[in-house]
């Protein structure tokens, strides 16, 4: 069955920490996977996508990583500000462009 | 640009009732869909259409209804809302008319539906 899963649900940090966000799917076959940023109240913005040939690719303070043999992404989010606190949700898209969403890590940066 | 446009913001519906969600684009996508989202729940694909007049069903089209007459409108319309139709409704739209492929995906800022 086709999964992606995230970790943590949520997460607290203080402000200028750094954090790491998880995603582990089971897609099949695989095509690329994307990282979006959803504020409260708003869509969802892309942050990056990666196919199966990248296994880092960065925006500003966000750089995910892929392992395409685990089937392991993260998202790590370097000197967090209060403008991070969002949902980042990972999605995987199969070769035949079908979406799959993991539910998203809520990230709440306080000062 | 003014992106992806959705409109209601919100909207309060009695069971029964039914309504258009409303979205435009003004990027000249070819690609546009719709998700609904629901707490502990990724997005789901509701109905999609890879251009004007063509139009195809999601993972839930269930008391749904599109078209597309045009490149930048594509309304969902529920025909009789019921409760389990409460979400936030989410219009997505991207350049590519082959599909999703490596496209970036542009979404609105959504719907929330409430069907009492």
């Known amino acids: 069955k086709n999964q992606v899963e995230q970790s943590p649900q949520s997460l607290i940090i203080l402000e200028g920490k750094n954090c790491t966000l998880q995603?582990?799917?089971?897609?099949?076959?695989?095509?690329?996977l994307r990282w979006y940023k959803q504020d409260t109240g708003r869509g969802p913005v892309s942050l990056t996508i990666?196919?199966?040939?990248?296994n880092t690719k960065s925006n500003g303070r966000y750089t995910a990583t892929l392992d395409a043999d685990t089937k392991q992404s993260s998202l790590h989010i370097t000197a967090s500000q209060l403008s991070d606190s969002a949902s980042y949700i990972c999605v995987v898209v199969t070769g035949a462009n079908n979406l799959f969403f993991g539910t998203g890590t809520r990230l709440t940066v306080i000062p | 640009n003014a992106g992806v446009t959705q409109t209601p913001k919100f909207q309060v519906l009695k069971t029964g009732q039914s309504m258009t969600l409303q979205c435009a684009q003004d990027?000249?996508?070819?690609?546009m869909s719709w998700y609904r989202q629901d707490p502990g729940m990724g997005l789901r694909l509701i109905h999609y259409?890879?251009?004007?007049?063509?139009?195809d069903q999601g993972e839930v089209p269930n008391g749904y209804n599109v078209s597309r007459s045009t490149t930048e409108d594509f309304p969902l319309r529920l025909l009789s809302a019921a409760p389990s139709q409460t979400s936030v409704y989410f219009c997505?739209?991207?350049?590519?008319?082959?599909?999703?492929?490596?496209?970036?995906?542009?979404f609105g800022s959504g719907t929330q539906l409430s069907v009492l």
């Open positions: 990666m196919t199966f040939s990248e």
């Open positions: 995603c582990n799917y089971t897609v099949s076959p695989f095509s690329n």
């Open positions: 990027m000249n996508h070819e690609y």
């Open positions: 259409s890879v251009g004007a007049g063509i139009t």
């Open positions: 997505a739209s991207s350049y590519s008319k082959s599909g999703r492929g490596n496209e970036k995906l542009f």
